[in-house]
């Protein structure tokens, strides 16, 4: 299973952007699927994870509608939805996916995309 994201780009404060994964080769359907971000000199942070059941859990505050990750599962894509944007989300996004479980450490997902930037000014 190889992951790609796209959808990444520089936005202003308030500004709404829309990551993809697509997933190539056999077997996703049996992986849960997550989003990481990365910020310049921090730690890797959980964002989302979809279970191969289709539920979500957010490891960020999603209370405010600002993050919505969802998975088509017959496309092969992760997606995540993420509006009013703040400087504070400017990071590397990541997505990711492990066959265990969905979980907030970064160390339990065996396959990582190379990830897409996103920049907020």
């Known amino acids: 299973v190889q992951l790609v994201e796209s959808g990444g780009g520089s936005v202003q404060a308030g500004g709404s952007l829309r990551l993809s994964c697509a997933a190539s080769g056999g077997g996703i359907s049996v992986y849960h699927m997550a989003w990481f971000r990365q910020a310049p000199g921090k730690e890797r942070e959980g964002v989302a994870c979809?279970?191969?059941?289709?539920?979500?859990?957010y490891y960020v505050d999603s209370s405010d509608g600002r993050f919505t990750s969802a998975r088509d599962v017959g496309k092969r894509e992760l997606f995540l939805e993420m509006k009013n944007l703040q400087v504070e989300d400017t990071a590397m996004y990541y997505c990711?996916?492990?066959?265990?479980?969905?979980?907030?450490?970064?160390?339990?997902?065996?396959?990582w995309g190379k990830g897409t930037q996103v920049t907020v000014s």
């Open positions: 990711a996916a492990t066959r265990y479980g969905c979980s907030v450490e970064p160390a339990s997902y065996e396959i």
């Open positions: 979809n279970y191969r059941d289709g539920s979500t859990t």
